[in-house]
């Protein structure tokens, strides 16, 4: 079996006294979108930060095509080819919708995204290329930063509740986006609360329960049922 | 007071608020980019003053060699003070740095009593100290004064340049606006924040090349340069580096005049202006944050 993109095996983050991840094993390949679901403070944020390297990670491993990641810091991952969509968007508000662009151009790995091609998918960005991001509404915001990482030229794209706080209507052409990058060979992480909206754009889900893998498989071999129970660890 | 002395008062201390510009421009960048005041930035002038003074006495070298000299020292020195000095108590609380910053200044200032002792010391600008133009009208400029405000100016033009239209100065402007996201997000803010001290001992170079021609110093001077400097950087707003001009001028102007009503009340109305200034406005003339 050929290695996967991303492999996460035994993955433990302490947070003080918290466990915030116990003992997960979870991997991605090249082109697959797999979604992480779970409970508010089921670890799935902990997650996505352990892999990029800025939650601290207690034990397990975490390798990108083979390659292991421990002891590297977040810059020297994203350089690797990881990029993160945070929770929140964390744009940096005083800077130009072109400069916060520009910002994951510059942390990233050189590639076949540009500016331009960003400003293909979201026309919209490129009228407002020299506005500060805080004048942005929550959903523009939303596509700089997933524009942010795209300019990375991840391998892998992580993905944290990238659709919360915003209209249907923009989550709608945000997860329009998802399978397209996929289609490219992105491997695609993809952490979300709402369960209908992630599950239906999935090829595998983990679910997440106080910090431990406690179901997996393919959206559409696992009863609803099923899922709803690991969720809330009925 | 007749008109024309006072005039003339008033332009002195429009000239010698770009010395004060000057010093304040650095401060300006460590307050409005890494989010402290760094209390040795009054002694880090002094010292590269007595490297200059080191490098044209005993060296002989003529001075623009010795600024040539120092600036790329200045930037390094900057950098590396960041990256393994300060970096280990940021975030850590507000006291630890100031600490540091307060310890690194009774350093600097026994080191260079040890090392050139405690007289005054001036650099020779070869003449240009005395050079003055005529204007009509009685006024006279100091030929030095007038380049240590046009240095201000240009400097504050290309700092601005910098941050806004640089990739590094994105980099900058970046963690200044929230650093934990640019840790997120892959941009390596101890790297970032070192370039950016490093800019700022460029600044201190700059102050210290034209301060130690125009002004007497020693080893104990840097406080005071600190406490103008700060009073300047507030009184323009926190990272606001026009202002920081702005506020340098009000600070000479209000020293000038003050001289005129008694030569000992110089250094007090320049305070004093600037505490009612701050008192009505406490964010500062063109506030950034």
Redesign the interface.
């Known amino acids: 079996m050929s290695e996967p993109l991303l492999a996460v095996e035994g993955l433990t983050v302490v947070y003080g006294q918290f466990r915030a991840l116990h003992g997960v094993d979870l991997h991605v390949d090249a082109g697959e979108i797999v979604s992480v679901i779970g409970a508010n403070g089921a670890g799935k944020s902990s997650l996505l ?1 352990a892999i ?1 390297g ?1 939650a601290h990670r207690a034990g397990g491993t975490i390798r990108l095509d083979g390659t292991d990641l421990r002891g590297r ?3 020297q ?3 690797a080819g990881i ?2 969509v ?1 929770e929140g968007r ?6 130009t919708v072109e ?1 916060n662009l ?3 151009r ?3 790995r050189a590639g076949e995204v540009t500016l331009q091609t960003v400003f293909d998918t979201f026309p919209m960005l490129a009228e407002k290329r020299r506005q500060p991001a805080r004048e942005l509404s929550g959903g523009q915001q939303q596509m700089v930063a997933l524009g ?2 795209l300019l ?1 030229n991840p391998r892998l794209l992580l993905c944290d509740e990238i659709s919360l706080g915003l209209a249907p209507v923009i989550v709608n052409t945000l997860y329009e986006i998802i399978p397209t990058l996929a289609h490219r060979g992105i491997g695609l992480l993809i952490v979300e609360q709402d369960i209908s909206r992630s599950l239906a754009v999935a090829d595998r889900f983990y679910c997440l329960l106080e910090g431990s893998v406690t179901l997996t498989g393919r959206p559409a071999e696992v009863p609803r049922e099923t899922v709803t129970r690991h969720y809330f660890g009925l | 007071m007749n008109t024309v002395g006072l005039a003339n008062q008033i332009v002195q201390g429009i000239l010698i608020g770009g010395l004060y510009a000057l010093f304040a421009s650095g401060l300006s960048i460590s307050v409005g980019v890494m989010r402290f005041v760094n209390i040795a930035h009054g002694d880090l002038i002094v010292l590269v003053s007595f490297l200059l003074l080191a490098l044209t006495a005993s060296l002989h070298l003529p001075l623009p060699l010795a600024i040539a000299v120092a600036l790329p020292i200045a930037f390094v020195g900057g950098y590396i003070l960041q990256r393994y000095l300060f970096q280990r108590v940021l975030g850590k609380g507000i006291l630890q740095i100031v600490l540091v910053t307060f310890g690194l200044s009774i350093i600097v200032e026994n080191f260079l009593q040890g090392t050139f002792g405690a007289d005054t010391e001036r650099i020779s600008g070869g003449g240009i100290e005395t050079a003055t133009l005529a204007l009509p009208g009685g006024i006279g400029i100091g030929v030095l004064p007038l380049m240590i405000f046009v240095a201000a100016v240009v400097l504050i033009f290309a700092l601005d340049r910098l941050l806004y239209t640089t990739q590094v100065g994105a980099h900058i402007r970046a963690v200044s606006d929230d650093v934990d996201a640019a840790n997120l997000v892959g941009l390596s803010s101890p790297r970032i924040y070192a370039i950016a001290m490093g800019i700022v001992g460029v600044t201190v170079c700059i102050s210290a090349a034209f301060m130690s021609v125009w002004q007497n110093f020693d080893p104990t001077s840097g406080p005071d340069r600190l406490l103008t400097a700060f009073e300047a950087v507030v009184l323009g707003g926190l990272g606001s580096l026009w202002g920081t001009l702005l506020g340098g001028i009000i600070l000479g102007v209000a020293q000038a005049i003050g001289a005129q009503i008694d030569v000992s009340w110089q250094l007090l109305a320049g305070h004093l202006v600037f505490l009612v200034i701050f008192l009505i406005r406490p964010q500062g003339l063109f506030p950034r944050y």
């Open positions: 930060k990029v800025y810091s977040t810059a991952i994203v350089k990029a993160l945070p964390r744009l940096f508000p005083s800077l400069e520009a910002i994951g510059s942390v990233g942010r990482a990375a």
